[in-house]
Structure formats: C-alpha cells, structure tokens
C-alpha cells in the first residue's frame, strides 16, 4: 500500500481503482484466448514509468518477483496518453489503470483482465490535502472541483 500521509495532511477516499491490460483488437497472440500468466510475461509489454529514477516498477511488477515472473518491457514511456498509441497495430500490451485505459484506448483496443496471479485488486485513489486553513475557501473551492471530477470518472 501507499504510505501513510503525515498527520497534518487529511487523505480523502475519490474512488476505487484497479489495473487492466489493453492490446490491440486484432493481436494475433491474444485472439479467442484468454490472457493467462505465460502469455502475459511472454508478450513485450509497454511501460508507464512517470519518473526516471530506476526506481522498482511498481505493485504488478512486485506481484510477478513474487511469483519468479518477469514482465518483458520492450520500451517504456514518460506520458501514459502514449501507451495507447504505441500498443495499437503492434504486438505490444501495457498495463494501466481501468478509467485511464477507458479514456484513452480507441476502438483499436480491447481492454483485457489482468492473469488473477499477477492482478494486486483494486487500490484507492486518494485526495491528499493539508488541514491547515480549515476555513480556506479557495482550498475548499479546489477540493470540490476535484471530487466533482472524480465522480465523473466513476462508473
């Protein structure tokens, strides 16, 4: 999980999330079958990786050392409104949230449940704010705006 925000933050729960494959429509490894495990960690995967630090990446990638899988990342990319692009017309898949990858995937895409094995469940998408000016109203103001743009995205 997340770590917990400092005690003069307050977390605020927007809704629940939880990750998905896409792939091309017309993928000839992914056509009437399933995507199990093997397939998963055997196709070239696209990857979201906001920073460059090295750092791990991330809670499916920890799922599969778990199991003694690697995904294979055939490249990665610093804006997520790329993956669909790089993943349409190619052997590529990429692994991202379901309301980033309903949003952005065209109808070139299918969006596909992740192997149960490798799939973390679903996560909160928090709204971290401080508690300082309680009586804030442009903060007040923000926070509204916010959730009002989260409960679009839910379903």
């Known amino acids: 999980g997340h770590l917990a925000p400092p005690k003069r933050m307050l977390r605020e729960r927007l809704?629940?999330?939880h990750f998905?494959?896409?792939?091309?429509?017309?993928h000839p490894a992914l056509r009437d079958r399933k995507l199990d495990l093997a397939r998963y960690v055997a196709l070239p995967h696209a990857l979201?990786?906001?920073?460059?630090?090295?750092s791990a990446r991330g809670v499916?990638?920890?799922?599969?050392?778990?199991?003694?899988?690697?995904?294979?990342?055939?490249?990665t990319f610093a804006h997520i409104v790329a993956l669909p692009h790089?993943?349409?017309?190619?052997?590529l898949v990429a692994t991202l949230a379901r309301r980033a990858a309903l949003r952005l995937a065209?109808?070139?895409?299918t969006l596909r449940p992740?192997?149960?094995?490798?799939?973390?469940?679903?996560?909160?998408?928090?709204?971290?704010?401080?508690?300082?000016?309680?009586?804030?109203?442009?903060?007040?103001?923000l926070q509204q705006v916010v959730r009002d743009a989260a409960a679009r995205l839910a379903d």
Do not use: H, K, N
């Open 86 to 91: 790089a993943v349409q017309g190619t052997d």
């Open 20 to 26: 998905v494959c896409i792939a091309d429509r017309q």
């Open 114 to 141: 992740l192997p149960p094995e490798v799939d973390p469940g679903p996560f909160d998408i928090d709204m971290v704010c401080s508690r300082r000016a309680p009586g804030d109203a442009a903060l007040a103001w």
């Open 60 to 75: 499916v990638d920890a799922s599969l050392a778990r199991l003694g899988q690697r995904r294979r990342v055939a490249c």
């Open 48 to 54: 979201f990786t906001p920073s460059d630090d090295g």
């Open 15 to 17: 809704y629940q999330e």
């Open 106 to 109: 065209g109808p070139g895409l």
